[in-house]
Nanobody
Framework: QVQPVESGGGLVQAGGSLRLSCAAS????????MGWFRQAPEKEREFVAA????????YYVDSVKGRFTISRDNTKNTVYLQMNSLKPEDTAVYYC???????????????WGHGTQVTVSS
């Protein structure tokens, strides 16, 4: 069983930065690929970034490439999402998820956190 817990969300002005963290309470964290997704009001959940168990495979949605960086520290059971040059359209609840493969598809992930709100003001 894996229970991801997100933190680090908040309110930031456009052009600013935030770093999200996701800590997973499991001894087998390094066995899992991790993904970040987001959901804006009245929109479907959207893939943001994913990272394989050993950081060897990383994916991003095109809209965040060059601005967001996903990373993980298996010694701390934590995955990070560094978000720079934030835009108002990045406003959403950000979710962390764990699964067997680094995938862009939400259905490939078995365990989900409760989310953290990111609000970017213009």
């Amino acid at each position: 069983q894996v229970q991801p817990v997100e933190s680090g969300g908040g309110l930031v002005q456009a052009g600013g930065s935030l770093r999200l963290s996701c800590a997973a309470s499991t001894r087998t964290f390094s066995n899992y690929a991790m993904g970040w997704f987001r959901q804006a009001p009245e929109k479907e959940r959207e893939f943001v970034a994913a990272i394989s168990w050993n950081s060897g495979i990383i994916y991003y949605v095109d809209s965040v490439k060059g601005r967001f960086t996903i990373s993980r520290d298996n010694t701390k059971n934590t995955v990070y999402l560094q978000m720079n040059s934030l835009k108002p359209e990045d406003t959403a609840v950000y979710y962390c998820a764990a699964g067997p493969y680094s995938s862009r598809a939400p259905l490939e992930y078995d365990y989900w956190g409760h989310g953290t709100q990111v609000t970017v003001s213009s």
